[in-house]
């Protein structure tokens, strides 16, 4: 009797630390999200980032959660193995007379398991990291330090399998969704909230996918950017301003190589003297500067921040490529932003004939790819214009033609610095790909 006390109550003690380790991974989990999230300051990311295993955990997000995800697989099978001859040890020393059917074991201990899994693995650890994700997070995280470690040889293996098996799926293996992303969960809860409007739900996928945008997707090329040329006399450049109709202009000597500032119409109106005394030099405001590669949440943050509506987008080595602007980045989270200055006329247009659009110069790349369902493996710029000139190397004539891309290119209007409209044809076998 006192072997089968002993093995009931080892039994019983492998489940409750089955119970407590899946625990500990799931406060991990939640605390993770929190603080991936904006659940907690930025001082205390810093304090928890001076403990080297929390730091190293945070920050590889990827591999983190991967590590949750199979060591909970694994606290869940064996507190499922684990009850049932637990389960069946219990009813050998306490119903000493019609012991049940193996079934009804079986039953009693998945409901057992499920229960005891539900409440004290799942729904408690979760309300204690939701609670102080900071201090959950200082108390469990050893324990997911220790499950890494453990299980790093088995992830490694099944890594190569999930591989192999995703290479015969056809599946790209970046493409698998890191188990801490809420991004999609963000999504869906905007689909099924009757409170959200489809505008909102757009505007939320928007800046969900902001993350993935730099100063390069926005950019308007130099070639179409208007500026204030100082070797000029005024009256020709307020004839210039006039016609362009914008309000801010990059203050240049000669081109935007040689930019000093942004000039405002507005503080060429306010001027008090007599126009013949205008000196933009004493007009101009500071301008920022952005390399390409920018992230575009950062921009906007700087923008906001120093109340700059205007940027220079610079490359690699120092050189001015384009102009980026607060509206142009703003498009970006709620559509395109039109005045009643603003022509009426879409970028992108479907004509009657299948698979035939009308795409203006100035269409972003990106919006051309979302729309026609088409990928342009383009890095050097952003606008359609930039690309059919860069492919021909050459600013084209009107009638001129091209293929590039799955697309037959028409050139229907153009001037001596910019394509203003194109017809494109989207081919049949990027049809039938997309």
């Known amino acids: 009797m006192s072997a089968e006390w002993s093995q009931f109550v080892l039994s019983l003690g492998a489940v409750v630390l089955m119970l407590i380790l899946h625990a500990y991974l799931v406060i991990c989990e939640i605390s993770l999200v929190k603080f991936r999230y904006g659940g907690v300051s930025d001082g205390e990311l810093s304090e928890l980032k001076q403990r080297p295993g929390l730091a190293r955990l945070m920050e590889q997000g990827d591999q983190t959660g991967r590590v949750v995800r199979f060591s909970k697989t694994l606290c ?3 507190v499922g193995l684990l009850l049932l001859p637990l389960v069946s040890d219990f009813f050998g020393l306490f119903v000493l007379e019609n012991a049940p059917d193996r079934w009804v074991v079986v039953l009693l201990s998945f409901v057992s398991a499920v229960s005891a899994h539900f409440f004290f ?3 408690f650890p979760r309300g204690l990291a939701m609670r102080n994700p900071v201090q959950a997070i200082q108390r469990s995280y050893r324990v997911l330090l220790v499950f890494q470690l453990v299980t790093l040889p088995v992830m490694l ?4 399998l999930k591989k192999m098996l995703f290479r015969k799926l056809g599946v790209d293996v970046d493409d698998e969704l890191n188990p801490l992303d809420l991004d999609v969960q963000i999504r869906a809860m905007g689909e099924d909230s009757s409170n959200l409007s489809p505008l909102i739900r757009r505007i939320l996928n928007r800046t969900i996918q902001m993350k993935e945008l730099v100063v390069h997707d926005v950019l308007l090329p130099r070639s179409q950017v208007i ?13 210039v301003m006039k016609q362009a109709g914008h309000t801010r202009f990059p203050l240049c000597r000669g081109d935007l190589d040689e930019c000093l500032g942004i000039i405002h119409i507005k503080d060429i109106f306010r001027y008090r003297d007599a126009v013949a005394a205008i000196d933009p030099m004493k007009l101009k405001r500071n301008v920022a500067i952005f390399p390409l590669e920018t992230p575009l949440e950062e921009a906007l943050e700087r923008m906001l921040r120093a109340k700059f509506h205007m940027a220079l987008a610079v490359d690699e080595f120092g050189g001015v490529v384009g102009v980026i602007t607060l509206e142009s980045i703003l498009e970006e989270l709620v559509g395109e932003i039109q005045d ?8 992108i247009l479907q004509l009657r004939q299948m698979d035939h659009y009308r795409i203006s110069g100035l269409a972003l790349i990106h919006d051309i790819e979302e729309r026609l369902g088409i990928e342009i493996e383009n890095d050097e710029v952003s606008t359609f214009g930039g690309l059919i000139t860069g492919e021909l190397g050459h600013i084209p004539i009107r009638g001129e033609k091209f293929k590039a891309y799955g697309l037959e290119v028409t050139v229907d209007e153009v001037d001596d610095r910019r394509v203003i409209s194109t017809t494109v044809v989207l081919s049949p076998a990027e049809n039938s790909d997309s």
Do not use: G, P
């Open 76 to 78: 869940t099978v064996a």
């Open 121 to 123: 693995a799942e729904i």
């Open 157 to 160: 293996f099944f890594r190569v």
């Open 227 to 239: 500026i204030y040329d100082i070797e000029e006399d005024f009256d020709a450049n307020l004839e």
């Open 340 to 347: 009643e200055f603003d022509s009426e006329e879409e970028q």
